[in-house]
């Protein structure tokens, strides 16, 4: 129906209204469809209050601002009822990782204690290589050559390829 003004209403309407009517709602709106059914609310709100006894004297300015106050108010409902942005919905890749993600950690308690621990700490504790070399009072290359093994291992067990 997007075009056509129900037969009902043209007889009351002056076709320039109505064709100035959907310049400006497309320019309110986003589609096609909602400017039609914009044009539609407000001619019908028209009729509505023609037929209250209401005498409208200018009907183009009074259509105009009952279209632009029904566009308003329709972005005002059309905001609360939108869900929220798709781009925290989850996705399909971030099943797949979560999945690998479990599999790594199930893994994890297949590798030696000292690997394990060397791996727990700097990823779920967020100590980084350097504090671990202080803390256990050895060189910072030799807690990055432990790490890159255990790394290693953990690929392996898991069946991962390395990255480089």
Same mark, same amino acid.
């Given at each position: ?40 609310? @407000?001619?019908?709100?028209? *009729? ?55 599999? @790594?950690? /199930? ?5 030696? /204690?000292?690997?394990? /621990?060397? *791996?727990?700490?700097? /990823?779920?504790?967020? @100590? ?29 067990? @898991? ?6």
């Amino acid at each position: 129906m997007v075009g056509e003004i129900p037969a009902v209403i043209l007889p009351a309407m002056d076709t320039t209204h109505l064709s100035r009517l959907r310049a400006r709602a497309r320019r309110l709106t986003r589609s096609p469809q909602d400017a039609e059914d914009l044009c539609h609310e @407000v001619c019908l709100a028209f *009729l509505e209050q023609e037929a209250l006894g209401a005498r409208i004297a200018r009907p183009l300015p009074y259509m105009m601002t009952a279209l632009r106050h029904a566009a308003a108010a329709r972005s005002r409902r059309m905001a609360r009822e939108t869900p929220m942005d798709t781009d925290h919905e989850p996705q399909v890749e971030d099943a797949a990782l979560a999945c690998l993600c479990s599999e @790594v950690l /199930a893994h994890l308690d297949h590798l030696p /204690a000292p690997d394990r /621990a060397l *791996l727990r700490r700097v /990823a779920f504790e967020g @100590v980084t290589p350097s504090e671990l070399a202080e803390e256990m009072e050895v060189p910072l290359g030799t807690i990055m050559s432990r790490l890159a093994r255990a790394r290693a291992r953990l690929r392996d067990v @898991v069946g991962i390829a390395s990255v480089f």
